[in-house]
């Protein structure tokens, strides 16, 4: 019995788009979703009531950050995640793999696992696929990652081999590690580099490990566009229909319309949040820096098309003067904002699939927010 179930709703009929329902020990999230990342167990500059209100249903959290600091032994004495952070939504964390790759600077990988210094005062750690699972399952959340290599975008195709069987072989460590199948639904995650042959083995064995739901982790780290699609179409195919795709660190509107279209269900990113904190917004014309000298008498709001509280109560040159003040609360209307705007695309984009208008829509929209901006 796992902790999820996946409802495959309706498939597309003019993508391989799919509108599911995943149930999950803390609610029922509907899919396609974009998840809002809480790296340190908050949401930079948003509580809990601002994230339903905006209508996030899932959020990330991360056993790299945590487990360096308060730890997750704290954690788990708090009552878990939920309970620490006040959360009663679904909570998704990742392994920390990727964490210790893209923030620890000395970092040894063996068959054993990974040792690194901490980014935060450079004591030595390790971590194994055993007690990255150990460190999972005292966070908590509904649904967990496998501990996995994100194998760099440059690596040539041996490395990435290697690479790639060993996230396999980890894979199994973290099955068997894992205490609470039934609680938290653990998912395997796809690797294999930029190369067909490695992404459909990697598929097609982390597939016969029968996980509850499935990444596709090894992209959004450099590569172009079209290669992410790419391999998108080389891979997905060999994910079962019946069990939630999830896209790591994938959010980028017109990143997250093309993996809708290929049939990815979940997606996250920083990117949202992280922007607005340095003053770069979403808008349906493409986005708008608004530190920029010609939104300083500019009385309308953000986007004149968007239903969040920051856009219905401040206008673009209010919001202006505050980032040039250095006023905290600019930061906080402009991540309710960017996200409002990610999680209301996903719910326009749920209904362009219930209605089978799914291409239409995304015509409509990269022609208003001029695809190349991205
Ligand atoms: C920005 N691009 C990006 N590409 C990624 C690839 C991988 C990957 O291949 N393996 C794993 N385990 N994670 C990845 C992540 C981190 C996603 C995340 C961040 C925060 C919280 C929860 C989850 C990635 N992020």
């Avoid at 080389?234 to 809708?260: C, I, Q």
Wanted: net charge negative; glycine share 8%.
């Amino acid at each position: 019995m796992s902790a999820i179930r996946y409802e495959l709703i309706k498939q597309c009929k003019q993508s391989g788009a799919r509108l599911g329902k995943l149930h999950t020990p803390h609610g029922i999230i509907e899919t396609p979703i974009f998840m809002p990342v809480g790296t340190q167990a908050t949401v930079k500059a948003m509580t809990p009531e601002e994230l339903k209100e905006i209508g996030a249903q899932i959020i990330l959290s991360n056993t790299y950050h945590l487990y360096l600091r308060p730890g997750e032994r704290l954690v788990e004495r708090a009552g878990g995640l939920h309970e620490f952070m006040n959360w009663d939504r679904p909570i998704l964390t990742d392994s920390g793999g990727f964490q210790v790759f893209s923030l620890s600077d000395l970092r040894n990988i063996t068959e054993e696992g990974v040792t690194f210094r901490s980014h935060l005062d450079g004591s030595k750690h390790f971590i194994s696929p055993e007690k990255a699972i150990e460190i999972e399952n005292a966070l908590g959340a509904d649904i967990i990652m496998a501990f996995d290599e994100c194998t760099p975008y440059e690596a040539d195709y041996e490395y990435t081999k290697n690479s790639m069987e060993r996230t396999l072989r980890w894979a199994e460590r973290c099955k068997s590690a894992h205490k609470k199948p039934d609680k938290q639904a653990l998912f395997g995650i796809v690797q294999g580099g930029m190369f067909k042959d490695l992404r459909e083995i990697s598929a097609k064995e982390t597939v016969k490990m029968d996980f509850p739901g499935y990444a596709v982790g090894g992209l959004s780290i450099g590569e172009p566009k079209d290669i992410m699609y790419q391999v998108l179409d080389w891979t997905v195919p060999f994910l079962p229909e019946n069990k939630p795709r999830y896209l790591m660190g994938v959010g980028s509107p017109d990143a997250l319309l093309e993996g809708v279209i290929r049939g990815i269900d979940m997606f996250d990113c920083v990117l949202p949040t992280r922007i607005a904190r340095n003053g770069t917004v979403f808008t349906s014309k493409g986005k708008v820096v608004i530190k920029n000298a010609e939104h300083a008498e500019d009385f309308s709001p953000l986007d004149d098309e968007c239903d969040c509280y920051t856009c219905k109560n401040y206008s673009r040159a209010y919001i202006r003067h505050l980032f040039k003040a250095k006023e905290i609360l600019a930061a906080r209307l402009a991540t309710i904002h960017n996200l409002r705007f990610l999680l209301k695309l996903m719910e326009d984009i749920r209904r362009a699939i219930m209605e089978d208008s799914l291409l239409d829509f995304k015509e409509e929209f990269f022609k208003k927010y001029g695809y190349t901006q991205d």
